[in-house]
């Protein structure tokens, strides 16, 4: 019963299935990856990447190991991110705008389940540099990551 109520907080978007191959003495070893993204749709979002001997065995071990990074992360009105941001992370460039409302999340490719998930409704986003999914979720979950230390920066700094 207390597994039902933990799949119901998080919408699970599996992002990428690889299959991997590793030579041994033996023969060839398969493996997949997964590439997972969780969020509950109202601010808090989580991504991972796991390996295991089948599909299924590696969505549910990246589910787990994704809920486990989760963030929070801050909206404006509940719709989109309180400011604009450039992020860099290996040879993924994104920038990040917020949106009036109405807009909609304008994003390419696997950046658009990061933030749909996160909650986030009024985007626009461009991804430069590469079509690599893996690096473009790191990238754009590392914007949203540092989002959440500027606004409290912020916050500390009208306190005093």
Known sequence: ????????????????????????????????TALVVVGDRKGRVGVALAHAGDVMNAIKKAVRRAKKTVIR???????????????????AKIIVKPAPAGTGVIAGGSVRPVLELAGVRDVVTK??????????????????????????????????
């Open 127 to 160: 991804t430069l540099g590469t079509s690599n999914k893996l690096t473009n979720v790191t990238a754009m979950f590392n914007a949203l990551k540092e989002m959440q230390s500027i606004v409290s920066v912020k916050k500390t700094l009208k306190e005093t």
């Open 1 to 32: 019963m207390g597994r039902s109520k933990e799949q119901q907080e998080f919408d699970e978007k599996v992002i990428r299935i690889s299959r991997v191959t590793k030579k041994t003495k033996g023969g060839n070893k398969m493996g997949f």
């Open 73 to 91: 992360v801050p909206l404006v009105d509940n719709r989109t991110i309180p400011h604009e941001m450039r992020v860099k992370y290996g040879a």
